[in-house]
């Protein structure tokens, strides 16, 4: 019976208690019992729970008897919190009626969450406000309620307080549910539409797909067939997560769950793709499918040249799970093999070579990350570059175009002054600036991406105090002055520290990464020359002076040993350096170079 | 340098010191009781007779007492361990007998004994000529000390002397430095040691440098101060043979070459160190421990440690290692012979990469350090590990 269904997202910024609602609500229905029960049950990798963050949380069923007396299926379908990954919040969106806005009560909303609510409210979703964490002493639940209505136009008295840790306000959450969100309303006897909101890879089932049924219904031992490949698979289990898996014998439209179909690779199953069934097909896809392109590339290198095979092992395997990692190989001059691979975002990034180390053992170097260029030549063709070492030479080039975003950064009013300053120096457009209460402010300014990429998050934070949300969204190319940066280490230009800047910005960046490297890069029995360059043409220069002392004083007969394990060490030491031409340069140097903001 | 690389040295560690000076690293205790020396004489009687039981036979070209302070012995004792050497092992008739002294409380007679005792080659532990530093350094003589004992070593009937110098002191300027090498060349000794200062952690200069109370100098001073002493000691006629040492020509010291040369030695005492069969192996540290064993005899020395046991080419390593850093070098021709390996051809890159940067030289079959690496060796030799 669908009116006796309820399908809802949370919506809500990093740590202002996403999982722990859900452990509560779980708790609360008796989907776990208290033995059962660990911290953020529903956190899906061990990096997730140790960085304390969620990007994503397993979907769950649960069975609520509700104070009307009637039984109901509430379904929980999470939005990542973490605008790298908007679109798939979008898709979950699309699989509910209803959201649960979460506010913590101390910090007020964030841009992210405000960006989500909007996708919601663009959706037609029913929103419940809830204030979270009114048991800590900063809270001001009252003016958090005050700033949702000015904002959102949510009515202050129906918003929730409570205290997710304590269990306060969480049956009033389920309540709330029950009443404001609608019921599905999908045609049981129509052609199957089911929309894919999350899949994973299990290494004994194939892909997992999450999925929520619009219309029709699905029965184990079904042929599926996904509309925007057109491929074909026999549907081998079907069920539902309460939040152990549970197999079922039929999903019907209102209905969550998930199903495996023998399926051997996750981009088989992309988010948003709609399933219908083959033996009577719907021909309209759901709408708001899009393929999913990275933003962000970087290259990752085996620092030993020897671990090339097995990196390329370990990402054919993360990218089982992970439809949205794109890579290929490339080679570099200075760094030897490896790929080029493609991010959604910059802590998408993190978290792929994270994992690539954690989880396969690697020890990684990464480049500068870069975003895609697209170049007009001169001969009227047009590429894209997402690797600095591809630039075509400067007379080849007739323009360049550079991919901006449009940021929302939302503040308290006393740092708009210092956020303006920092847009302003990394390339912004101011476009609007909008109080949404007499404290708090929202930004909008257009900004290269590129600029965000670097260090643009953390400049941010330090200088509002960590009281600066952002968000942003490609909002298209425009043409750009753009030069390619090289940097020579001993005359040889070192391929993977090219860099794309702005060509006013190239002076200051050139001084800046050389002297950044002259304090990275030790001393040497050489003198390395460091230079930063424009084509042909020097524009910075900085030298790490030869080595001057290095010796063992005294070496005799008693402590041969000891003084023969002092270079034995060193020998171990030359291990973390990456040899270049003559030039030994630390592993992380690399990276580092690149976190020099324009400051 | 040593003909016979079969040949080999003999090490005799006296750990007993009046005081431990502030930079030192040596295994050394404080001499509370003079008993203690009689005590470990007769120890070291009974180690040399035990060592004796189960020597092959191969010649000794070399005695070294070190220490610690050997000159803390009597020249009765020193008499007895050196007659009982020889009674026990094979020495050359021309052996070099070298002891360590303090220039203090070492008179004319004393010195004249200790001659007379069999040894023939004396290195004094001057440090510096200038009282501040020798303050600084923890030493317990003056420099006016110095000057007396280097007299009466010479009247004493010593002609094989060396002078043990210490440069990078802090506070140390290049004048300093001038002064104290040009004072160590007007004794005109036949060798000169110069150490680099170089503190572990856990001596007390060393916490002190680490809480600040010390400046070291920077390595730019140092190394202007290393070679400033090449250029004057080349001038007086002295032949730089190894990083640190200088030596008036056929007066460099053979114990050491012996070492650099990768030669085999028998460390006797207390926390002695000996090489042989490819094993580094260091008697117990334990004074109590090691009197102890000298009075189970036989058998007890055995309970030191195993420092290192190489395989073969770790051994041939260490040759590398140990080689280079004589002035000389190696001779490549000869170090195939002793080790089957033509280093021309296991390290062609490395050599290739070295000489291109100046940082090695390959003459008359000899390959050696440039000058210019000398002070920057450990940057050369690490590579030569496998």
Redesign the interface.
């Known amino acids: 019976m669908q009116s006796q269904i309820r399908n809802f997202s949370i919506i809500a910024h990093i740590d202002h208690g996403k999982s722990t609602l859900a452990d509560r609500l779980m708790q609360f229905t008796g989907a776990l019992s208290d033995r059962e029960m660990r911290d953020q049950f529903l956190d899906k990798m061990d990096l997730e729970r140790e960085k304390g963050i969620t990007i994503k949380l397993q979907p769950v069923r649960l069975n609520y008897r509700a104070a009307d007396g009637q039984d109901y299926v509430i379904n929980l379908i999470d939005t990542p919190g973490h605008v790298d990954f908007s679109y798939e919040v979008s898709r979950s969106l699309a699989a509910c009626e209803g959201a649960l806005l979460v506010v913590d009560a101390s910090q007020g909303i964030e841009a992210q969450t405000l960006a989500n609510v909007y996708l919601a409210m663009d959706l037609n979703l029913e929103i419940v406000g809830a204030v979270n964490k009114i048991d800590l002493p900063g809270a001001e639940p009252d003016k958090v309620k005050q700033e949702m209505e000015d904002v959102l136009g949510l009515d202050q008295n129906d918003i929730i307080s409570m205290s997710a840790k304590l269990g306060i306000g969480i049956e009033e959450v389920l309540e709330a549910i029950v009443k404001y969100i609608p019921a599905p309303q999908g045609d049981e006897e129509a052609p199957l539409q089911a929309l894919i909101f999350d899949s994973y890879f299990d290494s004994y089932k194939g892909a997992i797909c999450y999925f929520r049924v619009v219309s029709g219904q699905l029965r184990k031992g079904d042929i599926i067939r996904m509309i925007s490949s057109g491929k074909e698979f026999e549907v081998s289990e079907l069920g539902v997560i309460s939040p152990y898996m549970k197999e079922v014998e039929v999903l019907k439209a209102g209905e969550v769950g998930y199903l495996a179909a023998g399926i051997k690779n996750v981009s088989d199953t992309k988010v948003g793709d709609t399933i219908t069934c083959a033996d009577r097909p719907s021909t309209e896809p759901l709408p708001g499918y899009q393929e999913v392109k990275p933003m962000v590339y970087c290259g990752l290198y085996p620092l030993e040249n020897n671990d090339y095979e097995r990196l390329r092992d370990a990402l054919d395997r993360l990218k089982l799970n992970d439809a949205s990692l794109f890579y290929e190989p490339e080679t570099s001059n200075a760094l030897g093999f490896g790929f080029r691979c493609g991010f959604l975002g910059l802590l998408h990034l993190e978290i792929i070579k994270e994992r690539l180390e954690r989880e396969y053992d690697l020890s990684l170097l990464a480049t500068a990350p870069s975003v895609i260029y697209k170049i007009m030549l001169t001969d009227g063709s047009e590429m894209n570059v997402a690797n600095p070492t591809h630039w075509p030479d400067t007379p080849k080039i007739d323009q360049v175009l550079e991919p901006f975003v449009k940021a929302s950064i939302m503040v308290p009013n006393d740092y708009v002054g210092s956020v303006m300053e920092l847009c302003q120096d990394k390339r912004g457009v101011f476009i609007n600036m909008e109080y949404l209460s007499t404290q708090r402010v929202m930004i909008t300014y257009k900004l290269p991406l590129a600029e965000i990429l670097y260090d643009f998050f953390d400049a941010l934070k330090s200088r509002t105090r960590g009281y600066a949300s952002l968000d942003y969204e490609l909002s298209g190319y425009e043409p750009a002055d753009l030069v390619k940066l090289d940097i020579l280490l001993n005359g040889e230009v070192v391929d993977a520290l090219s860099m794309i800047v702005h060509s006013e910005r190239a002076y200051h960046r050139a001084r800046n990464v050389t002297e950044k490297l002259r304090r990275i890069i030790p001393r040497q029995m050489y003198e390395v020359a460091i230079q930063a360059s424009i084509g042909t043409k020097i524009i910075a220069r900085e030298s790490v002076k030869a080595m001057r002392k290095d010796v063992l004083a005294k070496c005799y007969g008693g402590d041969i040993t000891r003084k023969k394990k002092l270079l034995e060490k060193q020998k171990e030491g030359k291990k973390r350096m990456k040899q270049i031409g003559r030039v030994e340069v630390p592993k992380d140097a690399f990276l580092t170079v690149l976190q020099v903001g324009d400051d | 340098m040593i003909n016979d690389l079969n040949s080999r ?1 003999i ?1 005799i ?1 006296i750990p007993f010191c009046r005081a431990k000076c502030g930079y030192c690293d ?1 295994y050394s205790v404080p001499l509370a009781d003079t008993d203690w020396l009689e005590k470990y004489t007769r120890g070291l009687a009974v180690e040399i007779e035990q060592r004796a039981s189960f020597y092959d036979g191969k010649p000794i070209r070399t005695i070294y007492l ?1 220490g610690g302070t050997p000159s803390l012995l009597t020249p009765t004792q020193i008499e007895k361990l050196l007659t009982k050497l020889d009674q026990f092992f094979p020495l050359d008739s021309d052996i070099e007998v070298t002891m360590e002294a303090n220039p203090i409380n070492i008179g004319q007679h004393y010195l004249h004994d200790c001659h007379q005792a069999g040894i023939n080659r004396l290195s004094l532990g001057i440090q510096s000529f200038n009282d501040r530093e020798l303050r600084l350094l923890g030493r317990l003589h003056s420099a006016g000390d110095s000057e007396e004992a280097i007299l009466a070593a010479r009247a004493a009937g010593f002609s094989n002397i060396n002078l043990d110098l210490i440069y990078g002191i802090p506070g140390q300027t290049t004048e300093d430095w001038i002064f104290n090498l040009s004072r160590a060349v007007q004794a005109d000794p036949q060798h000169l040691s110069l ?4 503190l572990e952690p856990h001596t007390p200069m060393g916490r002190r440098v680490d809480q600040d109370q010390l400046t070291m100098l920077e ?2 001073q ?2 202007q101060l290393y070679q400033i002493s090449r250029e004057l000691l080349a001038e007086k006629g002295y032949h730089h043979y190894e ?2 040492n200088f030596a008036r020509p056929g007066r460099e010291c053979q114990h ?1 070459l012996l ?2 040369q990768s030669c085999e ?1 028998l ?1 006797l005492g207390a ?3 000996s ?1 042989m069969n490819r094993v ?1 192996y ?1 008697n117990t540290v334990d004074l109590g421990r090691y009197l102890g064993a000298c009075a189970d005899y036989p058998g007890g020395f055995w309970q030191g440690e195993i ?2 046991e190489m395989d073969e080419r770790q051994r041939w390593v ?1 040759a590398v ?2 080689g280079l ?1 004589t002035t000389q070098g190696i001779n490549m021709a000869d170090f195939q012979r002793r080790f089957g390996v033509d280093l021309s051809q296991e390290y062609a890159e490395l050599l290739n ?1 070295l000489l291109a ?1 100046g ?1 090695i030289n390959i003459k008359d079959g000899y390959l050696h350090l440039a000058p210019s ?11 030569f ?1 496998a």
């Open positions: 040295g090490y560690h040596f070190g150490y680099l200062l170089q390595d730019e140092e190394y990083i640190s050491n070492y650099w030695y460390g926390g002695a160190v090489f580094r260091r420092l290192e260490d290692l140990l850093r990469e940067g940082f690496a000398y002070f920057i060796s450990n940057q050369v030799l690490y590579r590990i």
